[in-house]
């Protein structure tokens, strides 16, 4: 089972900072990793899959880099709407699917 | 507009079934793999089954495997979960999900709003 690492575990940024978060696999995925967005209440959104595709509707501050063992979601400006939780999750080897514990992204 | 609809949670006792529901609409549901992805509360996201377009590859996670069935009716657009031999550990708000547009099988792009299973005597 490949198992995600996510750090930091929360992170405190003011609105209109950047947010860089990590995405680590304890084996290579090649570039079959997506990120999710999660606020209370609300399902997980898709925000990116294949590790830098946004999926549709998903503003332009949201991009994703990385490939084999090593992930990052940049969101470019902080918007009030930005935080929230996300999770990054694997498809390259399964069964299973699996999902990183997530990272909170909390007003400063 | 795509939509995914859960039912059929609530609270079960230790030992206990239940049978979970997903009624799709807006899109072929007979062109879709499904899965089920469940979030125990305050914890993240599980995935623990997935059931291909015509229901003829079926997978599990570990944690539900041999006590959990997926099936599907695609003359009714319609997923299910029978589960069985319920655990305390198997509370969770239990989600529906495909990759939807675009997206590679594996992924979940649409979801529905969930459905609370509650294990607890």
């Known amino acids: 089972e490949i198992v995600l690492t996510q750090s930091p575990a929360t992170l405190s940024l003011s609105p209109g900072e950047r947010a860089t978060l990590s995405c680590r696999a304890s084996?290579?995925?090649?570039?079959?990793l997506a990120w999710y967005q999660q606020k209370p209440g609300q399902a997980p959104r898709l925000l990116i899959y294949?590790?830098?595709n946004r999926a549709t509707g998903i503003p332009a501050r949201f991009s994703g880099s990385g490939s084999g063992t090593d992930f990052t979601l940049t969101i470019s400006s902080l918007e009030p709407e930005d935080f929230a939780i996300y999770y990054c999750?694997?498809?390259?080897?399964?069964?299973?699917?699996?999902f990183g514990g997530g990272t909170r992204v909390e007003i400063k | 507009e795509v939509q995914l609809v859960e039912s059929g949670g609530g609270l079960v006792q230790p030992g206990g079934s239940l049978r979970l529901s997903c009624a799709a609409s807006?899109?072929?549901?007979?062109?879709?793999?499904m899965n089920w992805v469940r979030q125990a509360p305050g914890r993240g996201l599980e995935w623990i089954s997935y059931?291909?377009?015509?229901?003829?590859?079926?997978y599990y996670a570990d944690s539900v495997k041999g006590r959990f069935t997926i099936s599907r009716d695609n003359a009714k657009n319609s997923l299910y979960l029978q589960m069985n031999s319920l655990r305390a550990e198997d509370t969770a708000l239990y989600y529906c999900?495909?990759?939807?547009?675009?997206?590679?099988?594996?992924?979940?792009?649409?979801w529905g709003q969930g459905t609370l299973v509650t294990v607890s005597s």
């Open positions: 807006g899109f072929t549901f007979s062109s879709y793999e």
């Open positions: 059931i291909s377009d015509s229901g003829g590859t079926i």
């Open positions: 084996q290579s995925v090649s570039s079959y």
């Open positions: 999900a495909n990759r939807g547009l675009g997206a590679r099988p594996g992924y979940f792009g649409y």
């Open positions: 999750q694997q498809r390259s080897n399964w069964p299973p699917l699996t």
């Open positions: 294949d590790a830098s």
